[in-house]
């Protein structure tokens, strides 16, 4: 069974404070790991794909990593904009070749304060 | 471009009622997923649908079904519905023609069991 874990589950900075937010998983055979942000009231918004171990996604001040085990999603000089729910989230390949529904962790809630 | 609509926004049941809630997907976007998200448990899959087949389904209960239309349009339906039933159920429809993992979010239909 997919499982992703989400670390800290919450984390409070200043802004300008770059830090890091941490995504285990555990899958069969990977199709692809999942960066997403949700807003308060708001259905969740698609940030970065990464397919293979190494690789990198970036976009303003997020930038997205992949390790065989783990993902980080790194914040660089975070503005309060930034708060937000960031959730990882895995998707397995299937035994015929498809892929399934994606598994999320539980989220990092991300608090900006100016 | 319109995005992902899901209606009701709201609704409150009872123990034991039935629920059916509907989602219009992107225009061109055959596919369409359904995710219940709750506090503890977070997002989790209930089931896709592409071109009004089922090709993936969670592991939910059969009191949990769906249906897609020939238009893309997607319902699901609770039947017999339970205390925990309460979540937020979110709808996401994708391109699979770009086929880049990239789920597009409705704001969900919050539903409350009591």
């Known amino acids: 069974e997919d499982q992703v874990t989400q670390s800290p589950e919450a984390l409070r900075l200043q802004e300008g404070e770059s830090s890091s937010l941490n995504c285990s998983y555990t899958?069969?055979?990977?199709?692809?790991l999942f960066w997403y942000r949700q807003d308060p009231g708001k259905g969740p918004e698609f940030l970065f794909t990464?397919?293979?171990a190494g690789e990198e996604k970036e976009k303003e001040r997020l930038k997205a990593t992949l390790t065989k085990k783990e993902s980080f999603l790194h914040i660089t000089a975070p503005k309060p904009e930034d708060s937000a729910t960031y959730l990882c989230?895995?998707?397995?390949?299937?035994?015929?070749?498809?892929?399934?529904?994606?598994?999320f962790g539980k989220g990092t809630h991300l608090i900006i304060q100016p | 471009k319109a995005g992902v609509t899901q209606t009701p926004r709201y609704l409150i049941k009872t123990r034991g009622q039935q629920v059916t809630l509907s989602c219009s997907p992107i225009?061109?976007?055959?596919?369409v997923s359904w995710y219940q998200q709750t506090p503890g448990q977070g997002l989790q899959f209930l089931f896709e649908?592409?071109?009004?087949?089922?090709?993936n389904k969670g592991n939910f209960p059969g009191r949990f079904s769906g249906r897609q239309f020939s238009n893309s349009r997607s319902e699901m339906n609770v039947s017999t519905l339970e205390l925990g039933d309460s979540a937020l159920y979110l709808c996401?429809?994708?391109?699979?023609?770009?086929?880049?993992?990239?789920?597009?979010f409705g704001e969900g239909s919050r539903l409350t069991v009591l």
């Open positions: 989230a895995v998707q397995s390949l299937t035994s015929g070749g498809g892929a399934d529904g994606l598994t």
């Open positions: 899958v069969s055979g990977l199709r692809g």
């Open positions: 990464l397919y293979s």
């Open positions: 225009s061109g976007h055959r596919s």
């Open positions: 649908y592409f071109s009004e087949t089922q090709r």
């Open positions: 996401a429809s994708a391109n699979r023609a770009s086929n880049t993992g990239e789920l597009f």
